[in-house]
T-cell receptor
Framework: LAKTTQPISMDSYEGQEVNITCSHNNIATNDYITWYQQFPSQGPRFIIQGYKTKVTNEVASLFIPADRKSSTLSLPRVSLSDTAVYYCLVGGSSGTYKYIFGTGTRLKVLA | NAGVTQTPKFQVLKTGQSMTLQCAQDMNHNSMYWYRQDPGMGLRLIYYSASEGTTDKGEVPNGYNVSRLNKREFSLRLESAAPSQTSVYFC???????????????FGDGTRLSIL
């Protein structure tokens, strides 16, 4: 099972771009990289998923280098409502159902 | 647009009591999961069901049983609750893509369980 390593916490100010990097050295060939956001008293919510290079959607971008041993979630112009815990997961290849969430990164956005 | 629905939202049990947590999804997903989340921790997988009729152990299955009642419903049972099982329990579901890979999971809002 692929294990991920993320910073425990980060602080940012409103309007700034935030980059959260995740290390996953033993990612398998067919694994995807998926990021979730969790607010207090709620279940995790899917943000973005990618396999290689760069993926962008309406809320975030995901940068994946060629060796795929790390990935970076980029949140443009964060607001106070982006204060949450962000989890990086790897897995999802055929037959893989056991995901390891890790402790995530606690992002605090300051006014 | 219900997604994943968990019941109950809160429950207090005494040590030794039994309890079944219910989960239902309306997205026609094949796979379903049960996780627990302890304070300040990430989620740990208890059991999962890859498809209707199958279940398998995750990281922390001891003290729990599951039933995949049909494609929509996946229940988690504590036969004899212990204080160490005090936690927030999350149910999730996901689908496979055409390549057979598992797509992102959709989570419920959790059941907060306290065992005294």
């Amino acid at each position: 099972l692929a294990k991920t390593t993320q910073p425990i916490s980060m602080d940012s100010y409103e309007g700034q771009e935030v980059n959260i990097t995740c290390s996953h050295n033993n990612i398998a060939t067919n694994d995807y990289i998926t990021w979730y956001q969790q607010f207090p008293s709620q279940g995790p919510r899917f943000i973005i998923q990618g396999y290689k290079t760069k993926v962008t959607n309406e809320v975030a971008s995901l940068f994946i280098p060629a060796d795929r041993k790390s990935s970076t979630l980029s949140l443009p112009r964060v607001s106070l409502s982006d204060t949450a815990v962000y989890y990086c997961l790897v897995g999802g290849s055929s037959g893989t159902y056991k995901y390891i969430f890790g402790t995530g990164t606690r992002l605090k956005v300051l006014a | 647009n219900a997604g994943v629905t968990q019941t109950p939202k809160f429950q207090v049990l005494k040590t030794g009591q039994s309890m079944t947590l219910q989960c239902a999804q309306d997205m026609n997903h094949n796979s379903m999961y049960w996780y627990r989340q302890d304070p300040g921790m990430g989620l740990r997988l208890i059991y999962y069901s890859a498809s209707e009729g199958t279940t398998d152990k995750g990281e922390v299955p001891n003290g729990y049983n599951v039933s995949r009642l049909n494609k929509r419903e996946f229940s988690l049972r504590l036969e004899s609750a212990a204080p160490s099982q005090t936690s927030v329990y999350f149910c999730a579901s996901s689908e496979w893509d055409r390549g057979g890979s598992n797509q992102p999971q959709h989570f419920g809002d959790g059941t907060r369980l306290s065992i005294l």
